[in-house]
């Protein structure tokens, strides 16, 4: 099994540049997340999805717009890229609201908006 | 608001030492405290804590968590140049509600260790 595969792995954007970040994952998980992680602030959640077609904001939405059309993508979007938006982001998993191991992650995208 | 705060921010020991890594939340419908290490990539499980004072461990690491407290510790005995790595916990609400096992994490603890 691949898990969660996250792409690209890298990217440098410009100033105002827009693109997206595609989060698969082939475990059948219903729940899935965007964070980003940023030096000393840990992770914290942009957006999640609950199910096909389901999203949420998280902690930190502005700026980013997410979609869940199928239930293995969870599709992460930058509009309008600023500096500030220069992160890792990391997407997760997990089967749904039982089961008790946290997070399957990613292995994460770093972006640079210039 | 939820908040998980961890201590120190960062850690330089040699080999060998013994090291203590903190955490505390203030979590609303607190279920359980998770540990991860994240190198170079993704965060990986470590532990998850769900019960007070019942210590969980695995080779040279153990933790225990403190719901008086609010407060979980991470131990690592014997510290190798391999465990240097970002320490990150997390807290987690019970399920159902508008929680939808969403954690929340600490800002992380960077232990370098030395040889």
């Known amino acids: 099994n691949a898990g969660v595969t996250q792409t690209p792995k890298f990217r440098v954007l410009k100033t105002g540049q827009s693109m997206t970040l595609l989060c698969a994952q082939d475990m059948n998980h219903e729940y899935m997340y965007w964070y980003r992680q940023d030096p000393g602030m840990g992770l914290r959640l942009i957006h999640y999805s609950v199910g096909e077609g389901t999203t949420a904001k998280g902690e930190v939405p502005d700026g980013y717009n997410v979609s869940r059309l199928k239930k293995q993508n969870f599709l992460l979007g930058l509009e309008s890229a600023a500096p500030s938006q220069t992160s890792v982001y990391f997407c997760a998993s997990r089967l749904g609201p039982i089961g008790h191991y946290g997070y399957t992650f990613g292995s994460g995208t770093r972006l640079t908006v210039v | 608001e939820d908040k998980v705060v961890q201590s120190p921010l960062s850690l330089v020991v040699h080999e060998g030492d013994t090291v203590t890594l903190n955490c505390s939340y203030e979590?609303?419908?607190?279920?359980?405290l998770l540990w991860y290490k994240q190198e170079k990539k993704a965060p990986t499980f470590l532990f998850m804590l769900?019960?007070?004072?019942i210590e969980k461990k695995s080779g040279r690491l153990s933790s225990i968590l403190d719901k008086k407290e609010l407060s979980s510790i991470l131990n690592i005995t014997a510290t190798q140049t391999g465990d240097s790595a970002i320490y990150l916990c997390a807290a987690r609400p019970n399920a159902g509600g508008t929680s939808y096992g969403k954690l929340t994490f600490g800002q992380g603890t960077i232990l370098t260790v030395h040889p």
């Open positions: 769900t019960s007070s004072g």
């Open positions: 979590v609303t419908n607190f279920r359980s």
